[in-house]
T-cell receptor, first 113, second 114 residues
Framework: DQQVKQNSPSLSVQEGRISILNCDYT??????FLWYKKYPAEGPTFLIS?????DKNEDGRFTVFLNKSAKHLSLHIVPSQPGDSAVYFC????????????FGTGTRLTVIP | NAGVTQTPKFQVLKTGQSMTLQCAQDMNHEYMSWYRQDPGMGLRLIHYSVGAGITDQGEVPNGYNVSRSTTEDFPLRLLSAAPSQTSVYFC?????????????FGSGTRLTVV
């Protein structure tokens, strides 16, 4: 059963506007959440993360919000740029003693110039 | 600094053949792992290692073997390839302490089993 879900397989946004990518999780033991960005024929690259003790983390144009009660997180990209077009994966990990990550199925973001 | 290097980038196997996917990192990371990516399934963990000599199974380990004789290398062996193992395979590594740095992924191996 998928413990991390990204229910929107794709999203299209105009350049300059805000992109909002959503992610839901089912395991309340998850305590760390990450977003990865993936271009075709490349491996995923780490984008931004958030600990469960926070509800927001910001890095430049990227902000991740965490709502623990709803088991929901979102990635905001403002302003969106054509170079942001990629597949975005949400991932989560828990206090298992290892660094294993559980990934969502990804959302393909297309930023239209 | 090469990061995580995976070889080969592409491979076609016949059903029943065996092969080894190579993964090497030069960042002195203790943690290494193998994922497979299938359409509509995201990335699923196959095997992982928290240090040399220590390996464990992930979510989808059947049909795969791993070993970790050095910190740098973490090869993935397909014992008898099956069409269901057609996938893109990613190797990843990270520091053992905390998750702040996330994973560093290799560029992937696209495997087709016919």
């Amino acid at each position: 059963d998928q413990q991390v879900k990204q229910n929107s397989p794709s999203l299209s946004v105009q350049e300059g506007r805000i992109s909002i990518l959503n992610c839901d999780y089912t395991n309340s033991m998850f305590d760390y959440f990450l977003w990865y960005k993936k271009y075709p024929a490349e491996g995923p690259t780490f984008l931004i993360s958030i600990s469960s003790i926070k509800d927001k983390n910001e890095d430049g144009r990227f902000t991740v919000f965490l709502n623990k009660s709803a088991k929901h997180l979102s990635l905001h990209i403002v302003p969106s740029q054509p170079g942001d077009s990629a597949v975005y994966f949400c991932a989560a990990s828990g206090p298992t003693g290892a660094n294993n990550l559980f990934f969502g199925t990804g959302t393909r973001l297309t930023v239209i110039p | 600094n090469a990061g995580v290097t995976q070889t080969p980038k592409f491979q076609v196997l016949k059903t029943g053949q065996s092969m080894t996917l190579q993964c090497a990192q030069d960042m002195n990371h203790e943690y290494m792992s193998w994922y497979r990516q299938d359409p509509g399934m995201g990335l699923r963990l196959i095997h992982y290692s928290v240090g040399a000599g220590i390996t464990d199974q992930g979510e989808v380990p059947n049909g795969y073997n791993v070993s970790r004789s050095t910190t740098e290398d973490f090869p993935l062996r397909l014992l008898s390839a099956a069409p269901s193992q057609t996938s893109v395979y990613f190797c990843a590594s990270s520091y053992s302490a905390g998750y702040s740095y996330g994973y560093t992924f290799g560029s992937g191996t696209r495997l087709t089993v016919v």
